[in-house]
């Protein structure tokens, strides 16, 4: 059995997404298996909720589990930046992004998101052309190096790299759990075992390179604020250094106090407290940033 996602920082959603109007439009641009959703539906009687997911499948768990609520939830299936892109409902009042990976990708979606399962190396959140096997069997030595270092903050990115080349020729890497391994013999032995598997950081570089998550996250910086219904607000939730830098420089650049329009509600980012990292340790490295658009706002 496949255990539901659990969604971090609720509290903190909650106390700051707070809609200025009695019948808000909330957009969850990432709907995931619709925790949030749920909250805020819950919440405020009068508002309607329109989660984004470029996953098909994660966007029809969230409406399963969604049902009861009826008109006041829709599900779109896209990446939140094309889809704010080219928004045609009102103004939403609350904007909400999750940047996590759900649990399901991990334990349930079979794509090889996991180093501990024998998957396909695939890795794809939405049905985008190449994928995490593509991208570890032709990048040349040097390329593959720089994606692991970028997007991974890895180390020994050299060495793995170079260890991926030699074990590719003539047996291209097909499943998760071979790539781990190879990876693991490329570290040195003092540092294989560490608080993180060896593979961790390699596994977010390639799952950051196929989806092009920080190119969409700073496409999605440029349009979602601007979106905002006036008195409206956006709220990122970040898991690793390279996501939250994104969003704090964007935020900063459209802080009143420098020049900007919006308000900055999070001076610092809020993270969980002792107590849900205790319960949902995926939660650890969560912060939370939030912005205000003005109720007078020129565009």
Not at 130 to 135: C, F, I
Request: charged fraction near 30%; hydrophobic fraction near 40%; glycine fraction near 8%.
């Amino acid at each position: 059995m496949i255990p539901v996602h659990v969604s971090v920082m609720p509290t903190q959603v909650m106390d700051y997404l707070v809609p200025q109007v009695d019948s808000p439009l909330i957009v969850d641009g990432t709907l995931g298996e619709g925790g949030h959703s749920s909250r805020f539906l819950e919440a405020y009687p009068k508002a309607r909720v329109i989660g984004i997911d470029a996953d098909s499948v994660m966007a029809g768990r969230a409406s399963e589990r969604l049902v009861s609520w009826g008109n006041r939830f829709q599900a779109k299936i896209g990446w939140t930046d094309e889809v704010l892109q080219t928004w045609t409902e009102d103004a939403p009042d609350i904007i909400l992004m999750d940047l996590g990976i759900s649990i399901y990708h991990y334990e349930g979606r079979g794509r090889g998101f996991s180093f501990r399962s024998d998957e396909p190396l695939d890795m794809r959140l939405g049905d985008q052309d190449q994928s995490a096997a593509d991208l570890v069997n032709t990048l040349p030595e040097q390329e593959l190096a720089d994606v692991i270092y970028k997007y991974g903050e890895e180390r020994f990115s050299r060495r793995i790299a170079r260890r991926i080349v030699e074990e590719r020729r003539g047996n291209p890497f097909e499943d998760a759990a071979r790539l781990a391994a190879v990876v693991a013999t490329a570290y040195p032995a003092k540092a294989r075992h560490g608080r993180l598997h060896a593979a961790t950081r390699t596994f977010q570089a390639l799952r950051i390179a196929v989806n092009g998550e920080l190119d969409r996250l700073e496409s999605l910086l440029k349009t979602a604020p601007q979106l905002l219904a006036p008195g409206g607000r956006l709220g990122i939730i970040s898991f690793h250094s390279l996501e939250d830098r994104i969003v704090k420089h964007a935020f900063r650049g459209m802080d009143k106090r420098f020049g900007g329009q919006f308000e900055v509600l999070t001076r610092k980012p809020l993270v969980p407290d002792e107590e849900e990292c205790r319960q949902n340790p995926p939660s650890r490295s969560a912060k939370f940033r939030v912005i205000e658009k003005p109720l007078e706002f020129s565009s």
